[in-house]
């Protein structure tokens, strides 16, 4: 049954301008995976860990590379026992099996038309061990999350690959990632102490146990390994050609030096599983060494007149004692100015042949990091410096510099031309040849009419640049192959270097292996394949191919979606941030299957079977915080699209309504005081059965849950005064609604008597209007997509800041996170010219700010409130104050922000509409705060404060609730 007032899935329609693509997915996808598939593989699993609806298979078929293939089936085992049913079926029904964790590999190397494992979902957990020397770790754990856990210790891990905040530590290992200061003896290639291992037979292998458990188990494979150990060893060229090869960065091809040095088949296991891309087995479990992290850095810009001259400080720079040494060209430079913060205006003037060295120094104190800024110093005495050199030591500078580096591909991404592919190569010259390499890089780029632009890691002979084709054209498509084949030509034959240097090798260059490697070791690199995998059924043609013209095939169109989500490369740097990521779908995966939506015919039944799934999951299901841009190297926005589709499915009637409901409001806000109240009476459990009744009936994005605990009813505003006033208070309508948890101690003032109270203590009073009753930031109507009420709502508040501010002569203060980011930001787009530029004046700043600028520090504290978790909300994240929260809170105790503290989901009334959201995105969080020993949870935002109160169980308040205790004068007895 139908519930009433449910939206229209049919109303998005299709992305305007939208034509039918040739490589759109078939109408037969409509149905989802082959039943038969499906009942065989929920017989391994459980229904819900096998996806297999259309636009499940759409949603995993695109990753960061060009290419695209839709699998058949996308499975999310929880366990090894689980890995080793999937691998003993896929041999006995001749299927195939290809894993994928982040999907931020570049080459296609997680993508297949078969049986897609997903190892990011559940395969989670992580240990320091040994004092920090070593990492216990899942495959599916984030890099960034597991060097914030390391770095407490002092150490991390040695790869830092850019996709650092997003790629998880299995697809490091198998691509054996590098990154910015990741020494060939740091990767994971010789980091990697043991793992676990699922090999294609379903047998699980810890590489740390003994050789003979290994050969007990597998007998035959132990022996062929064995075999293999020889024949390299017994070939005194082949070994020298594997020792050059490896002396540098290379994810070209198999590891063969494992054979070399390694001397028990079980031990050579463990290094040929480093960057082998899925094709011998599942990781599972990984302890990895880690190296010390420098507690003093600086950094600095070394702005030079050309590439060669630039390539040969890079050594000298590097013996100085550097952590990293990153090239830049100019014409990189010049696209960053006006696009990244930290970017100085002044590159926008380099000569076009000009080039940057971005260096890092690093030592175990200050005298050390003094010692090496010295000797840099004196490594570049020599150079024709076209700016003065500066060292910068603080985090913002250093933040900056990295944000300008590791964003610049999502940079580019962006300004690329409709239709066309962002393809990032990834090279690698001797160290020493750096220079010479990168000038006949430029050289071919501008012969094929590619972006004149390389940067990469300079230190190590890595350089990346980017190729623009639109592959949907077979001329682009042929000069693609041919640049190819040129390329090739200059880094291996000329420099004897390596096509892929930190990528992998998956489809894209897969056909180059036997051009760089040679027959001899192409066809051992196939022998060690068919030992591991006999049939075959793991990452096809992956890494090893026989198919040369593989590089050349399953590219992805790119059609013209929304322009809010249309620069999206689909990196997946949004993913981790996303409070829906593992309870339906992620940021890329919306603009994913929107694209598929345009590549499809008007008619077509599956465009019809994507809307109708994508409702619940995109639309439904987006919380709508803005904290996929964040995270997004070019800031998109994805729930502006989603409100864009709440507006289109908004109904007359409900739209009039919402209008009706924003010019009443404050007999809105009476009504749920009195709600409050009511519940009370009636308990809870009461209500919330009224509510699961109603929403059986009612669209659920209509009728609230009752999901927890509910809070008390707001008490009155605090009587205040505008003389004397240094700001205008203007409380939330939130907080005008509702008050304390009724689970808080009755001592806990309610936040508008508490902020009052600060003010008058610290000597700075603020007023709070009479007439505030009935304003709002408009946000509740802006979420929904109801554009009207949003409209009226923010004029009547703006007119409201002008009259109660003096048209600007004292500031705004407002203690909601949320309303003081919407009432910055999107209030002002929709309000007429003239009102905006008179609004402009009005200085409008959020609590914390204000008690971080003008209250703490004349505030005497009189109780430690000790460990307190600090959940920084995503409107504090977008206005860059989460370092102010922190300062506040630790003026109360020891501030702790907990690991996976995020987007908690809750965005305003989404928690009691879709607690499975909130419930969803707080998991780790929760984890964290049972295993914390907390003794005080604060936030800046009400709505948020509930929903963590409703999902995690802990009583969260508003930082100025507890500044407020902590600085309360002791009343003598």
């Known amino acids: 049954m139908k519930r009433l007032l449910s939206p229209q899935p049919a109303t998005i329609g299709q992305p305007a301008g939208s034509t039918p693509e040739p490589d759109a997915a078939p109408a037969s996808l409509r149905h989802g995976s082959d039943p038969k598939l499906v009942d065989d593989l929920e017989t391994i699993l459980s229904k819900e860990q096998v996806l297999a609806r259309a636009s499940d298979l759409i949603a995993f078929a695109s990753d960061a590379s060009p290419y695209r293939r839709i699998p058949s089936v996308v499975v999310q085992p929880r366990n090894e026992a689980e890995l080793s049913a999937l691998m003993r079926y896929a041999s006995k029904h001749h299927r195939t099996i290809t894993f994928r964790a982040a999907g931020t590999s570049l080459n296609g190397q997680a993508a297949t038309e078969d049986i897609l494992v997903d190892l990011k ?109 020889d024949e390299i060893r017994n070939d005194e060229a082949l070994c020298q050609l594997l020792k050059k090869k490896f002396s540098i960065r290379n994810t070209n091809g198999i590891r063969l030096d494992a054979f070399i040095d390694e001397e028990t088949p079980v031990r050579i296991l463990n290094k040929l599983m480093v960057s082998s891309e899925g094709i011998f087995g599942a990781i599972t479990e990984a302890t990895i060494n880690t190296v010390p992290l420098p507690k003093h850095k600086a950094m600095a810009w070394v702005m030079l007149p050309d590439l060669r001259d630039a390539a040969q400080f890079v050594a000298p720079i590097m013996q100085a004692g550097a952590l990293a040494c990153e090239l830049l060209v100019a014409p990189v430079l010049q696209k960053a100015v006006g696009n990244f913060p930290a970017a100085d205006p002044a590159w926008a003037d380099l000569p076009t042949k000009a080039a940057a060295l971005l260096v890092e120094l690093g030592g175990r104190d200050e005298e050390a990091l003094e010692a090496c800024i010295s000797a840099t110093t004196e490594a570049l005495e020599g150079a024709e410096l076209l700016s003065p050199l500066n060292f910068e030591r603080s985090e913002a500078a250093m933040r900056g510099a990295w944000q300008i580096r590791n964003g610049l591909f999502g940079l580019l991404g962006s300004n690329r031309p409709q239709g066309t592919a962002m393809i990032t190569e990834d090279v ?67 420099y004897q270097g390596s096509l892929k240097a930190e990528h992998g090798t998956g489809v894209n260059m897969a056909p180059f292996l036997l051009r760089e490697w040679g027959e001899r070791a192409w066809e051992l690199m196939w022998d060690v394949k068919r030992a591991i995998d006999p049939l075959g059924i793991l990452a096809p043609n992956i890494k090893l191919t026989r198919n040369q013209h593989l590089h050349l095939e399953h590219f992805k169109s790119l059609p013209k979606v929304e322009d809010e989500i249309n620069d999206c490369v689909e990196c997946g740097f949004c993913e981790p941030v996303c409070p829906s990521r ?97 519940a009370k009476v009636l308990g809870a459990s009461t209500l919330d059965m009224a509510a699961r009744i109603g929403r059986n009936v009612i669209n659920p994005d209509v009728l609230p849950s009752v999901p927890g605990p509910l809070p008390l009813p707001a008490q009155a505003l605090p009587h205040t005064t505008r003389e004397g006033a240094t700001a205008v208070y203007f409380p939330a309508c939130i907080n005008r609604m509702f008050g304390n948890s009724a689970q808080a101690s009755p001592d806990h003032l309610p936040l508008p008597h508490a902020i009052v109270e600060l ?212 009343v003598s007895p």
């Open 428 to 494: 690698c010259f001797p160290p020493e040849q750096v220079g010479d390499g990168a000038a006949d890089l430029l050289d071919l780029l501008a012969e094929f009419g590619y972006p004149e632009m390389v940067m990469g890691h300079a230190a190590f002979g890595n350089l990346h640049f980017f190729l623009l084709p639109n592959l949907a054209q077979e001329e682009d498509r042929a000069q693609y192959a041919e640049f190819l084949d040129r390329m090739s030509a200059i880094v291996i034959d000329k």
């Open 582 to 678: 593992q309870v339906t779908i992620t940021p890329r995966q919306r603009i994913v299957l929107r694209r598929e939506m345009a590549r499809q015919a008007p008619s077509s039944p599956l465009l019809a079977t994507l809307q109708e799934q994508f409702q619940y999951d995109g639309i439904d299901m987006c919380a709508a915080d803005g904290s996929c841009a964040i995270a997004c190297p070019v800031s998109i926005d994805t729930g502006k699209v989603m409100k864009q589709f709440r507006n289109a499915q908004a109904s007359p009637i409900a739209a009039k309504t919402a209008l009706r409901g924003a010019k009443k409001w404050a007999v809105v806000e009476q009504l749920v005081r009195g709600g409050l109240v009511s």
């Open 121 to 229: 979902r559940y395969f989670t957990g992580m240990r320091v061990l040994n004092q920090g020397t070593q990492l216990w770790t899942k495959p599916g754990v984030i890099l960034g999350d597991a060097q914030a856990v390391l770095a407490r210790s002092g150490v991390m891990l040695g790869p830092d690959p850019g996709s650092t905040a997003v790629a998880t530590i299995g697809g490091v290992l198998a691509n054996n990632a590098g990154g910015m200061r990741c020494s060939v003896d740091r990767d994971s290639y010789h980091s990697v102490a043991s793992m676990r291992v699922v090999l294609p037979s379903g047998n699980v292998i810890d590489t740390g146990e003994s050789d003979a458990a290994f050969q007990a188990k597998e007998p035959a494979l132990h022996a062929e390994l064995l075999r293999i150990r």
């Open 759 to 970: 003010g008058r203590r610290a000597g700075v009073p603020v007023w709070i209007p009479e007439d505030v009753a009935g304003d709002c930031c408009g946000t509740p109507w802006s979420s929904k997509g109801y554009k009207e009420g949003f409209e009226y709502q923010a004029r009547t508040l703006a007119l409201d800041l002008l009259r109660w501010s003096d048209e600007g002569q004292i500031p705004v203060i407002v203690d909601a996170a949320s309303c003081t980011h919407g009432m910055i930001t999107q209030m002002q787009e929709v309000l007429e010219p003239s009102l905006r530029t008179r609004l402009e004046a009005v200085e409008i700043l959020d609590v914390v700010e204000w008690l971080h600028r003008s209250v703490i520090e004349h505030l005497p504290i009189v109780e430690d409130f000790g460990r307190i978790a600090v959940h920084p909300t995503c409107s504090v994240q977008h206005m860059q104050q989460a370092e102010m929260l922190l300062a506040v809170a630790n003026r109360c105790g020891n501030a702790v922000v907990p690991d996976g503290a995020g987007c908690c989901g809750s965005a305003g009334d989404r928690v009691m509409l879709h607690p499975e959201l909130s419930q969803s995105a707080t998991m780790q969080e929760a984890e964290s705060l049972k295993a914390g020993n907390f003794d005080a949870f604060v936030a800046s935002n009400r709505t948020c404060e509930m929903g963590l109160e409703m999902v995690c169980g802990e009583v969260f308040e508003h930082v100025a609730v507890l500044l407020e205790r902590a600085s309360r004068p002791v």
